[in-house]
């Protein structure tokens, strides 16, 4: 990415310099350490000003509401300590004068207001944008004294330049002129991506997509995290069960040996370590290992007893590893969807399905829109929430249904109105279920479709989780 610079700040600056000047100062937010909004008002218009002082991507912009659901505005309900020391001076003032320092990326707004003895005071709130130094500080403009700052410099961060309260403000030392860093200025930059817009939206635009990737990214880490935790959970709980239907897998040796025992009982063998009995199912002679502490009789119900239990062990040894197999293609498709998402709003569905979001993330029918394929709507569902949604308010009975057969994947619905779809449009959507898949390329898929009056959900089964019959196969 490429960063602001003074010839950009500058571009800015003037191109909104009428708004500036008189522009009351009607709140003050601060969403985290390093971003704020501060809302003005001149001429009858109202903007949002959004400051980040964060050294991946300082910038300054007059914030949209699209890009404000980017960057992901939340505003604490306990205002940082600044925060509320900007309020207390600027909340309510008007902006008296504006400028660009020569050759800085520093913006400084003047405010007049009044202080506690009615007497008329200056004060500064100077934006600086300068990489791992940038700051916002409020100071008094008569006596250079600081009243504030975002970030506090001490002498044992800089020896060069000290920023707290109560001591005089000074511009940063000289360094190289950044004239001399940059080769083309960003506003420059940005007249290729974001063509026919003014300075002010090229930035917004600009640093709100990247912001937005940097939020998406991490949200993603952190639900990629929590996932394959659970996943590997169940894995593991999948592999002790198999063993342990492996060990029960003597269940029905358990009733054999106790049908032959109480069949032998006559031949008086009691307390022996053993029996060697005639197996009458297969013609054979077997031994039968006996617990010499108890008779025959006794060691027949031990072993009916076994049986019984192991029995009822298997069952729900076996239901449980049905169970755990449902919950794995769950999170192996939650995975996916956390993959394939391109925004906070999709991650948002995600962690409100998973049930660690704090607010509630309803799904509007508007966040899907349909695919034309030859006439005919096709939606797809990015994550389970809305593969939910697909098939229970979407879909009607002769819709068709389309998933990969063997591994996670979208769930896709051809909407039928008045005509069948032919066979061109049925595979068009049998690809489009594969490209939305975590099959890889390129070997080939089983696709499966069928008709919605063919699919079901079972009770308490999770998420985008469906049974179906008269399916048809396509390999793609």
């Not at 009428?18 to 009607?26: P, Y």
């Not at 949002?48 to 949209?64: G, Q, V």
């Not at 008329?120 to 100071?139: A, D």
Request: aromatic share 10%.
């Amino acid at each position: 990415m490429q960063n602001i610079d003074f010839y950009t700040l500058n571009a800015f600056f003037n191109e909104n310099i009428d708004f500036f000047i008189g522009a009351r100062l009607q709140k003050i937010q601060q969403p985290t350490r390093r971003d704020f909004v501060l809302s003005l008002r001149n001429n009858g218009e109202s903007r949002k000003l959004y400051i980040n002082i964060n050294p991946s991507f300082y910038h300054i912009a007059f914030m949209s509401k699209e890009n404000e659901l980017k960057r992901c505005i939340e505003i604490p309900k306990q205002p940082p300590m600044f925060c509320m020391l900007l309020r207390k001076y600027l909340e309510g003032c008007k902006i008296s004068d504006a400028l660009v320092v020569d050759d800085e990326r520093i913006l400084e707004l003047h405010f007049e207001t009044m202080d506690e003895f009615s007497q008329k005071r200056s004060l500064c709130l100077c934006v600086e944008l300068m990489g791992k130094h940038s700051n916002i500080i409020l100071y008094d403009r008569e006596t250079s004294i600081i009243i504030g700052c975002a970030h506090n410099i001490g002498p044992e961060k800089s020896r060069y330049r000290e920023l707290q309260g109560g001591i005089k403000y000074i511009y940063p030392p000289k360094g190289i002129n950044d004239k001399n860093k940059i080769q083309i200025p960003l506003y420059k930059f940005l007249d290729n991506v974001y063509i026919d817009t003014n300075v002010n939206d090229k930035l917004d635009n600009y640093f709100a997509n990247i912001q937005e990737k940097f939020l998406v990214k991490n949200a993603q880490n952190q639900l990629l995290e929590l996932a394959n935790s659970k996943l590997k959970k169940i894995k593991n709980s999948i592999n002790n069960i198999s063993i342990l239907l492996k060990k029960r897998d003597k269940v029905d040796d358990y009733k054999l040996y106790g049908e032959l025992l109480t069949a032998n009982i006559y031949q008086q063998k009691d307390f022996s370590p053993n029996i060697e009995v005639l197996n009458y199912y297969t013609g054979e002679n077997i031994i039968i290992e006996l617990d010499s502490s108890k008779t025959l009789k006794e060691n027949a119900q031990r072993y009916y007893k076994l049986y019984n239990k192991s029995k009822t062990t298997k069952e729900k040894s076996v239901q449980m590893l049905e169970n755990l197999m449902i919950e794995q293609d769950y999170y192996n498709n939650v995975i996916y969807s956390i993959n394939k998402s391109v925004s906070i709003h999709e991650l948002e569905e995600i962690k409100s399905e998973l049930g660690i979001c704090d607010k509630k993330v309803n799904l509007q029918p508007q966040t899907l829109i349909p695919l034309k394929i030859n006439d005919f709507d096709v939606y797809v569902g990015k994550n389970n929430k809305q593969n939910d949604f697909i098939v229970s308010k979407l879909a009607k009975d002769e819709d068709y249904w389309f998933h990969t057969k063997s591994c996670a994947g979208s769930h896709v619905l051809l909407k039928v109105k008045e005509k069948e779809p032919d066979e061109e449009v049925l595979f068009e959507c049998c690809k489009l279920a594969r490209e939305n898949s975590s099959a890889t390329q390129p070997s080939k898929v089983a696709v499966i479709y069928t008709k919605r009056k063919f699919i079901k959900k079972p009770p308490k089964a999770p998420l985008g989780y469906v049974i179906f019959r008269n399916e048809k196969e396509v390999l793609i």
